[in-house]
């Protein structure tokens, strides 16, 4: 088990940029997978990106692509959300995840640590 809290969200106008991060406990940061997953109001949680444990390769849904950038840095035990171009219907509540799964994971389901969440809200 990791402890997660996420900071950097806020009010941007649309076309601004945010960066999130989450910050995690303990000295096996490394040995997990790490995921963001987004949160509307009325709206189901959403996969948005993750990256793996080991060679960090990185995953992102078609929506974010060439947008947003996940990374991590395993000796601040920290991931980043860099959120370049935002728009209005990216407002929602952030959320990071660890995942102790072989394979990076698309589902919530497969993340068992989640951090509290950061509000991003997008104004048009």
């Known amino acids: 088990q990791v402890q997660l809290v996420e900071s950097g969200g806020g009010l941007v106008q649309a076309g601004g940029s945010l960066r999130l991060s989450c910050a995690a406990s303990g000295r096996t940061f490394s040995s997990y997978h790490m995921g963001w997953f987004r949160q509307a109001p009325g709206k189901e949680r959403e996969f948005v990106a993750a990256i793996s444990r080991s060679v960090g390769s990185t995953f992102y849904t078609k929506s974010v692509k060439g947008r947003f950038t996940i990374s991590r840095d395993n000796a601040k035990n920290t991931v980043y959300l860099q959120m370049n171009s935002l728009k209005p219907e990216d407002t929602a509540v952030y959320y990071c995840?660890?995942?102790?799964?072989?394979?990076?994971?698309?589902?919530?389901?497969?993340?068992?640590?989640w951090g509290q969440g950061t509000q991003v809200t997008v104004s048009s």
């Open positions: 995840a660890a995942g102790p799964t072989v394979r990076v994971g698309l589902s919530h389901r497969e993340y068992t640590d």
